[in-house]
């Protein structure tokens, strides 16, 4: 198994891996996002997000998208994991755990005060594991989305 960046000609697999976690996560409809997207965005001048993958021989069987934001209170980037998902067929394997390493040596490495990342409240495996990494629940935070028409309306407001 190998834990690598992600290059264009990946795009394929990981939007065939972006619509499995949408289905893993019950929104089977949600993704809207194209090949073109991934490569205008990530792989462009000026990338928005990065991506590493996990290969187990030569498939793409994993993957994690993240960004960087800034904090204002610490004066040091912060990085945003979007999505990590292993297919069911390599689980067990702790793929997922060495992407999210991985993930954490890049945010080391860019000096980053955060990690963070969301989940769902009812995948109660993956908090699990997060609890027993070290990670915390930010339980005073709560997430707000502004979004579609609601986004636009306000934007012109």
Same mark, same amino acid.
């Given at each position: %198994?190998?834990?690598?960046?992600?290059?264009?000609?990946?795009?394929?697999?990981?939007?065939? *891996?972006?619509?499995?976690?949408?289905?893993?996560?019950?929104?089977?409809?949600?993704?809207?996002?194209?090949?073109?997207?991934?490569?205008?965005?990530?792989?462009?001048?000026?990338?928005?997000?990065?991506?590493?993958?996990?290969?187990?021989?030569?498939?793409?069987?994993?993957?994690? *998208?993240?960004?960087?934001?800034?904090?204002?209170?610490?004066?040091?980037?912060? %990085?945003?994991?979007?999505?990590?998902?292993?297919?069911?067929?390599?689980?067990?394997?702790?793929?997922?755990?060495? *992407?999210?390493?991985?993930?954490?040596?890049?945010?080391?490495?860019?000096?980053?005060?955060?990690?963070?990342?969301?989940?769902?409240?009812?995948?109660?495996?993956?908090?699990?594991?997060?609890?027993?990494?070290?990670?915390?629940? %930010?339980?005073?935070?709560?997430?707000?989305?502004?979004?579609?028409?609601?986004?636009?309306?306000?934007?012109?407001?």
């Amino acid at each position: %198994m190998t834990i690598r960046k992600a290059e264009k000609t990946d795009v394929k697999a990981i939007l065939n *891996l972006i619509k499995e976690l949408a289905l893993f996560e019950n929104e089977p409809d949600a993704v809207e996002t194209t090949e073109a997207d991934l490569l205008r965005d990530g792989f462009g001048e000026s990338p928005f997000f990065n991506v590493i993958v996990a290969e187990d021989g030569n498939e793409i069987c994993g993957f994690a *998208l993240f960004y960087f934001c800034w904090s204002t209170w610490t004066g040091r980037p912060s %990085m945003f994991l979007e999505d990590l998902y292993v297919q069911e067929k390599h689980r067990g394997k702790k793929i997922g755990h060495q *992407l999210l390493k991985e993930c954490s040596r890049i945010a080391v490495n860019r000096n980053c005060a955060r990690f963070e990342w969301e989940v769902l409240d009812w995948n109660q495996g993956a908090r699990d594991f997060y609890h027993k990494i070290g990670a915390r629940h %930010m339980q005073d935070w709560l997430v707000y989305r502004l979004d579609g028409a609601n986004l636009k309306k306000f934007a012109q407001s």
